[in-house]
């Protein structure tokens, strides 16, 4: 079994800034990407951005409510653990934030789709303010 563990969540005002961590653990298992995904009071579960380990390749969605150049996600291949840093925050980012685990590619399967991922999180909540 692995194990995910979100944590850095909290309430910050609009325009401050929050660092996720996502920690995986358990059983020997070749993780090749985690990422953050998360859900908006009454919306769908959204991909925000993913940790490639294999040349440490980073993926940021293309949503019209962008988070590029607001999120950075980075990793830390010692610890098996990636960080989401997250600037100039926005009450639209209010949601709560998963950390998921892909252990394998299978070819035509996205980075960004919830199916791909195997492991899940609990979640964190991110509650931005006015």
């Known amino acids: 079994q692995v194990q995910v563990v979100e944590s850095g969540g909290g309430l910050v005002q609009a325009g401050g800034s929050l660092r996720l961590s996502c920690a995986a653990s358990g059983r020997t298992f070749s993780s090749y990407h985690m990422g953050w995904f998360r859900r908006a009071p009454g919306k769908e579960r959204e991909f925000v951005a993913a940790f490639g380990w294999s040349a440490a390749r980073t993926y940021y969605t293309d949503s019209a409510d962008s988070v590029k150049g607001r999120f950075t996600i980075s990793g830390d291949n010692a610890k098996n653990t990636v960080y989401l840093q997250m600037n100039s925050l926005k009450r639209e980012d209010t949601a709560v934030y998963y950390c998921?685990?892909?252990?394998?590619?299978?070819?035509?399967?996205?980075?960004?789709?919830?199916?791909?991922?195997?492991?899940w999180g609990q979640g964190t909540q991110v509650t931005v303010s006015s």
């Open positions: 998921a685990v892909r252990t394998g590619v299978i070819i035509g399967t996205s980075v960004t789709a919830t199916a791909s991922y195997d492991y």
